[in-house]
């Protein structure tokens, strides 16, 4: 069989699809080529008197085929909004002085990431540094003098050498080997992993050299300063062999001027962003005590910082904390958590008491519906943060430090795209869990023009993680695949966050299970609702969702075709070549593969490859490192084998996150959308 003649049809056949489907969208649908005139905001940052406000503004370049993010400063009434960045480059990662005269930031304008600061009196920016590597993780001393920040140390492999002779003169030897002595020897989204540390500095903001202040083969994060001004916190995991004990970093004090080290957590970690008070009496940060098992809460801990004792702040709160900001009288803790799909704003005060700040939190996502968004809030409690809707993208909203403040949207960048587009409406529906007490939260997006007299294709698309969740969010992704005449279904079946850690612990050890059983109830309650065409259903999900979708069709006939992208398939190879193995062997798994290779088969996709009797589509990123492509590899050729229709898109210039292209992304549902047109009734 000529097999490049083959492969070359089976292309043009696809593309050929997929520009007949592409004419069939009505041309005031929401479509691909809208995407480039979207623009979102994320990562607002506010001004320490709560006047002003730095925010990203994210947009994509129809001729690049990438993202683009400008620097916007607008005030809190909503007054004086204009550009601080604008053009083809890549701006963020802003941190206003404690004196709110000047900001820092992150910035590729000059070729690769430097870190700069701007004065807001005189509207200047000054480039402080000229790295190699890129700065990250900025904050300010708090006489607004000096900048604390990571960076990547370069340190030469100690690998064997090959002992060789060189190549004579003018001769063309093949190149240098690569030498891999790692645990962990490459990274999704990053390629193979070089020889270094992250470690810490300090600079002026004046500029001039930076100063080195971590060292040993240890990587530094999560750094902060000390009100005295004289020290800095940080993490670090300095287990002997860190590699292969992941997850336990501890938090350290260290004088700048001295180099003196202390130790601040000694039991099993992680624990991570330590923030000291302003009034330098606490330090809050976040983790769990290690219990070597998928999902664990994280949770909100708060010490003294005279005698050491710590408490558990949150004891009483169920969700996971994130992104904690001490409030300026060091009476109370902001932070970011998920509560039923949706992320949210708390605020705890010393009591342990949580009250409601802000929800509707959004990031500037056009993958699919996931948690996520930023806030900042100002010494006198005014917040900004990126807000979202399933019918706008991530739009900058307000509110005042009055208790009864509702929030005001300061920006509206897409009005005038979305008033010319018509989208799908999303609802929101809950099902009894048919396996247990456990409810089920989902949503359902109907095509534009929906009509509930008529019968529609469903697409039932499962969330990845697993430890994660979807909710009420804008996604262009689930719109285009709506947009071409399907009801798309989308849930957070157990294993999901924001429901407790009950919920989410229940796939410990344990995954896949029950969840299955989750999207099935989902499916028939909307099948149930009588505008689905129920010969006509349609499966699929990306990482975990690609797990679940080859459990599903291994488990039944119900959908007439699947699309399985990026998924696991095999537990045991999994854990030998993704870019986590020493943390997925450990945690997702009591033993390792081979000590227990019954309990790695039991859940793996390929125990079912005998059962399946849906046509399947295989779809996964060239540089996918998360789940290589090797999972896909096997999958399809047990497909063939038990001769199922199969086809393997594998999406060129990709890793895990396909979605970090516009093209690839219109690609992923072209292919998903076309596989389903060849089968539909």
């Known amino acids: 069989m000529n097999y490049t003649r083959l492969s070359l049809f089976l292309f043009g056949f696809i593309s050929f699809l997929n520009i007949q489907l592409y004419a069939q969208v009505e041309e005031n649908h929401f479509d691909y080529m809208d995407l480039f005139d979207l623009q979102m905001v994320s990562n607002p940052e506010i001004s320490p008197d709560g006047s002003t406000i730095i925010y990203e503004r994210h947009q994509f370049d129809v001729m690049t085929d ?38 820092a930031f992150t910035s590729n304008q000059d070729g690769s990431n430097q870190l700069y600061v701007y004065w807001i009196k005189s509207k200047t920016t000054a480039a402080l540094t000229n790295f190699t590597e890129s700065p990250g993780s900025i904050s300010w001393s708090p006489d607004g003098s000096q900048l604390l920040f990571s960076k990547f140390v370069k340190e030469s492999s100690k690998a064997v050498k090959p002992g060789i002779p060189a ?61 005295d001004g004289e020290h800095i916190l940080y993490t670090v995991n300095k287990s002997e062999n860190a590699e292969l004990d992941p997850n336990n970093e501890q938090i350290f004090q260290q004088n700048i001027t001295t180099r003196k080290v202390e130790q601040l957590t000694n039991e099993r970690g992680p624990f991570n962003s330590p923030k000291i008070s302003p009034d330098g009496k606490y330090i809050a940060y976040t983790g769990f005590k290690d219990k070597f098992v998928g999902y664990q809460l994280t949770q909100l ?47 705890i005060d010393l009591n342990g008491n949580v009250s409601l700040v802000a929800e509707n939190l959004g990031s500037a996502s056009i993958g699919r519906p996931y948690g996520g968004g930023s806030y900042s809030v100002s010494d006198k409690g005014n917040i900004a943060f990126s807000h979202v809707t399933t019918s706008t993208p991530s739009e900058l909203a307000v509110m005042s430090r009055k208790s009864n403040s509702q929030p ?62 979807y909710g009420s969010r804008f996604s262009p992704e689930l719109q285009f695949m709506a947009s071409r005449g399907y009801v798309v279904v989308y849930t957070n079946p157990r294993g999901s966050t924001s429901y407790g850690d009950g919920f989410a612990a229940y796939i410990n ?57 990026k998924p696991v398939i095999n537990w045991y190879s999994f854990v ?14 009591k033993d390792k593969p081979w000590e227990s290779p019954e309990d790695y088969l039991k859940f793996s996709p390929i125990s079912l490859v005998g059962n399946v009797k849906t046509p399947t589509m295989l779809l996964t990123g060239q540089e996918d490192y998360r789940t290589p492509m090797s999972e896909t590899e096997q999958y399809y050729s ?35 959308t076309n596989w389903f047109e060849k089968y539909k009734d």
């Open 66 to 103: 990438r993202r683009l993010v400008n620097l916007w400063q607008i005030s809190f009434d909503g007054m004086d909004h204009y550009p601080i960045t604008s053009g083809t480059k890549n701006h963020g990662n802003v941190t206003w002085s404690p004196q709110g005269d000047k900001f």
């Open 167 to 227: 190549p004579p003169s003018g001769a063309q030897w093949e190149k240098e080997a690569d030498v891999i002595d790692k645990a962990v020897y490459r990274r999704d989204g990053g390629g193979y992993v070089q020889d270094g540390y992250s470690h810490l500095f300090i600079i002026s903001a004046e500029g001039g050299t930076a100063r080195q202040l971590t060292s040993g083969p240890h990587q530094y994060g999560s750094p902060s300063w000390a009100p």
């Open 301 to 347: 801990y708060l010490m003294n910082r005279d005698n050491k004792q710590v408490e558990v702040l949150s004891n009483n709160f169920t969700q996971d904390i994130s992104s904690i900001t001490w409030s300026k009288d060091s009476k109370s803790i902001y932070f970011r958590y998920d509560e039923e799909g949706n992320s949210k704003v708390g605020k």
């Open 408 to 469: 005001k949207r300061l920006t509206n960048l897409n009005e005038n795209l979305l008033k010319s587009k018509k989208i799908g409406k999303v609802e929101e529906f809950w099902v009894d869990s048919s396996v247990d007490g456990f409810k089920v939260q989902g949503w359902i997006i109907t095509p534009p023009n929906f009509d509930p007299s008529k019968k529609y294709p469903m697409i039932l698309e499962i969330h990845g993680g697993p430890y994660t969740n």
């Open 509 to 565: 050890h344990n995954y896949p299970s029950e969840d299955y059983n989750d999207l099935m109830d989902a499916t028939e309650h909307v099948v149930d609702q009588g505008y689905v065409d129920d010969n006509n259903l349609f499966i699929t999900g990306g990482s975990g969702g690609g797990v679940l979708t080859a459990w599903s069709i291994g488990k039944t006939d119900r959908f007439k075709a699947a699309v399985v992208a």
């Open 576 to 589: 030998l070549t993704a870019d986590g193995s020493p943390f997925f062997s450990k945690y997702w798994f």
């Open 638 to 672: 047990a497909l063939k084998l038990q001769g199922i229709d199969a086809v393997m898109v594998r999406i060129a210039g990709s890793g895990h996150g396909i979605a970090g292209k516009p093209s690839n992304l219109f690609r992923k549902v072209g292919y998903i």
